[in-house]
């Protein structure tokens, strides 16, 4: 199994940057990627993000490209999640999600962000 903690919301302003991070113990070894995803209020859950674990490739969807990255070091099994620039419409719970090599998927307990206007 893989546990994944999510860390790093908070409250933030508009224009404004926060860094979540997602630390994976367990079976790491059989992660082949790290996704992002968000819920906003009242919505449903959508992809963010990715990381490949051993490529270190990574996805953005273009509603965050340019302003969202991703490390590609995750020596430490942790993945972070850099947001700037960051806009209302970033308002969410953000959750990390581990797949493995045999297709199974991980969630984190998901951490909220507030973007105020």
């Known amino acids: 199994q893989v546990q994944l903690v999510e860390s790093g919301g908070g409250l933030v302003q508009a224009g404004g940057s926060l860094r979540l991070s997602c630390a994976a113990s367990g079976r790491t070894f059989s992660i082949s990627g790290i996704n992002w995803f968000r819920q906003p209020p009242g919505a449903e859950r959508k992809f963010v993000s990715a990381?490949?674990?051993?490529?270190?490739?990574?996805y953005y969807v273009d509603s965050v490209k340019g302003r969202f990255t991703i490390p590609p070091d995750n020596a430490k099994n942790t993945v972070y999640l850099h947001m700037n620039s960051m806009k209302p419409e970033d308002t969410a719970v953000y959750y990390c999600?581990?797949?493995?090599?045999?297709?199974?998927?991980?969630w984190g307990q998901g951490t909220q962000v507030t973007v105020s206007s």
């Open positions: 999600a581990a797949e493995t090599d045999g297709g199974t998927n991980y």
């Open positions: 990381i490949g674990w051993r490529s270190g490739g990574t």
